[in-house]
């Protein structure tokens, strides 16, 4: 299941290429489909945007962060649907990060890759305490989230900006420096990670896989998110964006974990779905540029030791 590349790259250079450049299949001078009627409650009510208001202000904020990485995501204006809200691990994270079933003390969730911190929003707004969630990316969109949700004064959470593979999970192989990020592992209650993982092949993902299991902290924990599967396991040639990845099936994706937790000490149980473009709430031509056979693999992995 190795691949032919001779290197491991910690995000890919399609996402930082010219950032004045729109003429890609994955940027849509227009957004509005994505502004579904939870989002626009979320910014009508989180954020107090008036609805009248909210295409012009969506349409700005994805220009800023475009600015910073070109993301099909991005351009395609996709991080409007709502996601973590549609996993059926959901109310059990709301409940653990409230602290419900435990005396009020409140799980951590960490998500990789936030981005805008969305997802985080979604949490803040169905009434998880904010200063119990981490976000982490190798390149702050943080501010353009705050623009984006125009919550200064309430969203608590804590971003670290920082490169995800440089977690050293093995801390007594290491320099023994503790970073901000370092100082992560073992925490988490739950770790987010969307449409990261699926940046990598196989080799890679794992690689990027031991580390989320190292910001873990023991058994009952959740790994949450999704990626782009395929209704086939294999490795691609993604021909537009110029890389190999690793699409998982859910039963690949079960099988990963298993090695993940032989590499590590850890063991996992894995619930992957694989969805369509139309179930994630995506217009499947926005995807046209993808590989045959391509799904998104929603996912709930559990660990078990
Ligand atoms: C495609 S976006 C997905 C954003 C968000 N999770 C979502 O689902 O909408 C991938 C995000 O992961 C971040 N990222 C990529 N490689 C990373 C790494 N090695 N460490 C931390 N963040 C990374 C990118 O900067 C970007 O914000």
Redesign the pocket.
């Known amino acids: 299941m190795s691949s032919e590349k001779t290197s491991t790259f910690?995000?890919?250079s399609y996402?930082k290429s010219d950032k004045a450049k729109t003429d890609y299949p994955w940027y849509s001078p227009n957004i509005d489909k994505y502004l579904v009627p939870e989002t626009q409650k979320l910014l009508e009510e989180y954020s107090n945007i008036p609805r009248d208001k909210q295409s012009e202000h969506v349409h700005e904020v994805r220009d800023q962060a475009w600015a910073i990485?070109s993301?099909?995501?991005?351009g395609l204006g996709?991080?409007l649907v709502p996601?973590i809200s549609t996993l059926p691990a959901y109310p059990t994270i709301l409940e653990r990060l409230k602290g419900t079933s435990n005396g009020g003390s409140g799980a951590r969730l960490i998500?990789?890759?936030?981005?805008?911190g969305?997802?985080l929003r979604r949490l803040a707004f169905d009434g998880a305490p904010t200063e119990n969630l981490y976000g982490?990316?190798?390149?702050s969109?943080w501010d353009v989230g705050f623009a984006l949700y125009r919550d200064q004064d309430k969203f608590k959470a804590h971003f670290i900006e920082?490169?995800?593979?440089s977690i050293n999970e093995d801390p007594d192989a290491g320099s023994g420096e503790t970073t901000p990020l370092q100082a992560l592992c073992g925490t988490a209650d739950i770790v987010?990670?969307?449409?990261?993982l699926h940046?990598w092949d196989w080799e890679d993902q794992i690689k990027?896989a031991k580390k989320v299991a190292a910001l873990t902290k023991g058994p009952d924990d959740l790994v949450v998110?999704?990626q782009i599967g395929n209704v086939e396991a294999k490795q691609i040639w993604n021909k537009a964006l110029q890389l190999h990845h690793w699409r998982h099936t859910p039963e690949s994706f079960a099988k990963f974990w298993d090695q993940v937790g032989a590499e590590t000490g850890t063991a996992w149980k894995t619930e992957g779905k694989l969805l369509s473009f139309e179930e994630m709430g995506w217009d499947p031509e926005d995807n046209r540029w993808m590989e045959l056979g391509d799904k998104a693999l929603n996912f709930v992995v559990t660990r078990l030791k």
């Not at 920082?162 to 593979?165: A, E, P, R, S, V």
């Not at 987010?192 to 990261?196: F, H, L, R």
């Open positions: 910690s995000e890919p996402a990485r993301y099909p995501c991005t996709v991080w996601f998500d990789i890759g936030c981005f805008l969305s997802d982490i990316d190798i390149v969109h920082g490169d995800m593979l987010s990670i969307s449409a990261v940046q990027a998110g999704y």
